[in-house]
């Protein structure tokens, strides 16, 4: 008899981070997951994970609303299916329900999780296998204080934890972000490398002054400097400059960037498996990007150990990610709720060993950490 999903929790978590993280449209304190557990009629469990970046500022899912949306409109649709079936029930989820993309990798994640647990394999080999073991990880520098960003980089380089690093810029006067950019540039040298994200935070003719003034600098790639929906700025900056664009929140899946690609993009996506609706469909932004001659690049929307480890199992499956990862969100944590956190090592991250996602949960710190009136 087929096994069958017998049951869906989602769970909101509260941690803290370790310092202030502040971007161009808040700054984070906490960080909330939306921790799923997904049971299936054996008794196996599957676990997935949704996050967002400070409530509402970021995208228009919510923790809480994730939540209300597994338990009210997706897990009902669940209960009973066969476990084993994932494209169709991905297929079922799409035709029924649209967008809510953090909720759907959620579940995505933990039926993949209880795939590769039930026959005893990664959640990577269920992707067609690893091609890497290890994968770079870059850190994001946003104390918001130039001399704490400088001291808090030499340290990552010295302990051998990150030497490629992102600034979060957008909320200061342009020519103040400048100054502190080149400034960490100045402090960390040729090895290091300094990107900027400005999470849509300028307009066309800031961005052109930004980045004429951030390829002087030195700086080595730029993220999403103007506003998602803009496809032709992107376009018309991408050709105007040598200094790379990394496109974030303008591309959720493939199609987008298609068409970002068609009307002449050119520089390097920022893939996530939140926003493309899980890893399978993260997956085919990088075929479209390969297609199309764009760089790669293993983004995250500040996930724990069980978002982050299935994003590596998925970027673990491509040939090359031409600028690394930003996979560091549990480090970002003030604490974790598993039972064996994530190596990080050599500028990088090792790949958990499965089966599925290769990731355990510590029930005493779960249990500490959740919210406790939802
Ligand atoms: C983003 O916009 O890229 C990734 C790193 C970080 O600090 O924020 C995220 C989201
Ligand atoms: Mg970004």
Same mark, same amino acid.
């Given at each position: 008899?087929?096994?069958?999903?017998? =049951?869906?929790?989602?769970?909101?978590?509260?941690?803290?981070?370790?310092?202030?993280?502040?971007?161009?449209?808040?700054?984070?304190?906490?960080?909330?997951?939306?921790?799923?557990?997904?049971?299936?009629?054996?008794?196996?469990?599957?676990?997935?994970?949704?996050?967002?970046?400070?409530? !509402? =500022?970021?995208?228009?899912?919510?923790?809480?609303?994730?939540?209300?949306?597994?338990?009210?409109?997706?897990?009902?649709?669940?209960? $009973?299916?066969?476990?084993?079936?994932?494209?169709?029930?991905?297929?079922?989820?799409?035709?029924?329900?649209?967008?809510?993309?953090?909720?759907?990798?959620?579940?995505?994640?933990?039926?993949?999780?209880?795939?590769?647990?039930?026959?005893?394999? =990664?959640?990577?080999?269920?992707? $067609?296998?690893?091609?890497?073991?290890?994968?770079?990880?870059?850190?994001?520098? %946003?104390?918001?204080?130039?001399?704490?960003?400088?001291?808090?980089?030499?340290?990552?380089?010295?302990?051998?934890?990150?030497?490629?690093?992102?600034?979060?810029?957008?909320?200061?006067?342009?020519?103040?972000?400048?100054?502190?950019?080149?400034?960490?540039?100045?402090?960390?040298?040729?090895?290091?490398?300094?990107?900027?994200?400005?999470?849509?935070?300028?307009?066309?003719?800031?961005?052109?002054?930004?980045?004429?003034?951030?390829?002087?600098?030195?700086?080595?790639?730029?993220?999403?400097?103007?506003?998602?929906?803009?496809?032709?700025?992107?376009?018309?900056?991408?050709?105007?400059?040598? !200094?790379?664009?990394?496109?974030?929140?303008?591309?959720?899946?493939?199609?987008?960037?298609?068409?970002?690609?068609?009307?002449?993009?050119?520089?390097?996506?920022?893939?996530?498996?939140?926003?493309? $609706?899980?890893?399978?469909?993260?997956?085919?932004?990088?075929?479209?990007?390969?297609? %199309?001659?764009?760089? !790669?690049?293993? $983004?995250?929307?500040?996930?724990?150990?069980?978002?982050? %480890?299935?994003?590596?199992?998925?970027? =673990?499956?491509?040939?090359?990610?031409?600028?690394?990862?930003?996979?560091?969100?549990?480090?970002?944590?003030?604490?974790?709720?598993?039972?064996?956190?994530?190596?990080?090592?050599?500028?990088?991250?090792? !790949?958990?060993?499965?089966?599925?996602?290769?990731?355990?949960?510590?029930?005493?710190?779960?249990?500490?950490?959740?919210?406790?009136?939802?």
């Amino acid at each position: 008899m087929a096994v069958t999903i017998q =049951s869906i929790e989602a769970i909101l978590v509260d941690i803290p981070t370790i310092r202030p993280h502040k971007l161009s449209m808040t700054t984070m304190g906490v960080q909330t997951m939306v921790i799923v557990r997904m049971k299936d009629s054996d008794g196996l469990e599957g676990l997935g994970e949704a996050t967002t970046i400070g409530g !509402l =500022s970021y995208g228009p899912e919510s923790p809480e609303g994730i939540k209300l949306v597994i338990d009210t409109y997706l897990s009902p649709q669940l209960i $009973g299916q066969p476990a084993d079936h994932i494209n169709t029930l991905r297929v079922m989820l799409e035709r029924t329900t649209r967008g809510n993309h953090l909720a759907k990798s959620a579940l995505e994640t933990a039926l993949l999780d209880l795939r590769g647990k039930r026959l005893g394999c =990664s959640v990577s080999d269920l992707l $067609g296998g690893a091609v890497h073991r290890h994968l770079p990880v870059l850190w994001t520098l %946003a104390s918001g204080d130039t001399a704490r960003d400088i001291e808090e980089a030499l340290d990552r380089i010295e302990t051998g934890r990150h030497r490629d690093f992102k600034l979060k810029i957008g909320a200061r006067p342009l020519m103040e972000d400048v100054r502190h950019v080149a400034a960490v540039k100045q402090a960390l040298g040729a090895e290091a490398s300094v990107r900027v994200d400005v999470n849509q935070a300028w307009d066309e003719s800031t961005a052109a002054r930004g980045m004429a003034e951030l390829q002087a600098a030195g700086v080595d790639l730029v993220e999403q400097p103007t506003p998602m929906k803009d496809h032709a700025a992107l376009v018309r900056l991408s050709r105007r400059f040598h !200094l790379p664009i990394l496109a974030d929140e303008s591309v959720a899946d493939a199609t987008d960037l298609f068409h970002l690609s068609a009307a002449g993009f050119t520089g390097a996506v920022a893939m996530k498996i939140a926003k493309a $609706g899980g890893p399978v469909r993260a997956l085919a932004q990088a075929t479209v990007a390969s297609a %199309a001659g764009l760089g !790669l690049y293993g $983004g995250t929307l500040l996930e724990g150990t069980i978002g982050t %480890a299935a994003s590596l199992h998925a970027w =673990s499956t491509l040939e090359t990610l031409h600028w690394g990862t930003e996979m560091f969100g549990p480090l970002l944590m003030k604490d974790d709720i598993v039972v064996r956190p994530l190596t990080f090592r050599d500028n990088g991250v090792e !790949l958990p060993d499965g089966p599925g996602l290769g990731v355990e949960i510590d029930e005493d710190k779960l249990a500490a950490y959740r919210r406790k009136d939802l």
